[in-house]
């Protein structure tokens, strides 16, 4: 019995280990000329899809649109910085980096929460 137990514990385990490892996450949007072309929202206060999930590598253009106010877009760990006119869609274009999750900060004060808008870009 106390095997058994044993057993399932483990199976458990590498479950967790595969799902924190982010190999159940879907790619988003889809590869066009070999750029992984992502429609994205943000909004107060959050963005979607959230994660945003790519391939290290890979060329990646995220086409931005703001449905209420103007936010930013912020990845510190890859330079961008960018501002989010609402209503207009923005570009913005990066190679993926490696594989990890980088946290998306809106850079541009849009309200009481702004402070607590974030997404993830998670690269595997
Ligand atoms: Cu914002």
Redesign the pocket.
Known sequence: MRTNWMAIAALLLSGLAIFSNGWAEELSGKTIDGIRVIRME????GYRPDPVVVKAGEKVRLLLN?TD????FGIAELGINRKLPSGKVTEIEFTAPETGTYTIY?T????PD?GE?EGRLVVQ
């Open positions: 943000a909004f107060r206060y703001a106010v103007t936010h930013g809106c541009v004060f849009c309200g702004h808008m």
